[in-house]
């Protein structure tokens, strides 16, 4: 079973300070936790991809109905409720190790080493319908 688990940007989701106000340390031991986690799902099988995204004001809207130009617009703005900062694509047994990996995800230390609380969304993955059908 393959599970999407988002992470969102800034305090607005997990009440924690955004990355750019913390100290270096605190910086080195965050990323350092996610390379760590990352190689252990790695190790396991279980990891597919994970990447970090871009700063929400580099994002782009993009609009089309099919003829003409695309409107391509700024955004998300910071105000925004939702900001998507990563994600991992993990292909687990169950729903139950899907929540595992997020929680301990959830649990990535931020400024002094306290556990940032990021509110991790947990999506399966669905496959395409079969075309014969």
């Known amino acids: 079973m393959r599970f999407m688990l988002l992470q969102n940007y800034g305090e607005v989701e997990s009440r924690c300070t955004p990355m750019t106000e913390w100290a270096p340390a605190d910086v080195k031991a965050h990323i350092d936790f996610q390379i760590a986690l990352n190689a252990e799902l790695a190790e396991r099988g279980e990891l597919v991809d ?3 995204l871009a ?6 809207f993009v609009v089309s109905g099919g003829a003409g130009a695309a409107v391509v617009t700024d955004g998300p703005f910071p105000e925004s409720k939702e900001l998507l900062a ?3 694509l993990i292909d687990v047994e169950s729903a139950e190790r899907a ?3 997020a929680a301990r995800a959830s649990a990535a230390p931020g400024p002094g080493g306290a556990p940032i ?8 993955v669905l496959s395409a319908p079969d075309p014969e059908v």
Do not use: M, T
């Open 99 to 101: 929540i595992e990996i």
């Open 50 to 52: 994970a990447q970090g």
């Open 55 to 60: 700063r929400p004001e580099q994002a782009k």
């Open 117 to 124: 609380l990021d509110r991790i969304e947990v999506r399966q």
């Open 86 to 88: 990563g994600y991992r």
